[in-house]
Nanobody
């Protein structure tokens, strides 16, 4: 069983930046992704990176503002979030799986973290 742990969330103002981290319990390499869920809404895809870091994919609302990256030496995945807006307020979840098909669908992921809250004030 792979365990994922997120950190780095917090309360910021619009226009600020945050960097989220996700540490996994194994050195096994996976496709890693970030999802988010706002109150009353479904969990939505944010960004994904393949096991080597050579491929990334972003949801339209975050493309150009967020960057996903890997530090496989330390079993860590990052999500750098810039130019945050109140619409980015959500619980952010880290997820892991094998392969690179249908990466935007949360049901295709095998392992999930507990989430970290990101709140962006106007």
């Amino acid at each position: 069983q792979v365990q994922l742990g997120e950190s780095g969330g917090g309360l910021v103002q619009a226009g600020d930046s945050l960097r989220l981290s996700c540490t996994r319990s194994t050195r096994t390499l996976y496709t890693m992704a970030w999802f988010r869920q706002a109150p009353g809404k479904e969990r939505e895809f944010v960004a994904a990176v393949n096991w080597s870091g050579g491929m990334t994919y972003y949801a339209v609302p975050v493309k150009g503002r967020f960057t996903i990256s890997l530090d496989n030496a330390n079993n860590t995945t990052f999500l750098q979030m810039n130019s945050l807006t109140p619409e980015d307020t959500a619980v952010y979840y880290c997820a892991a799986r094998g392969g690179w098909t249908d990466i935007v669908s949360p049901e295709t992921y095998d392992f999930w973290g507990q989430g970290t809250q990101v709140t962006v004030s106007p």
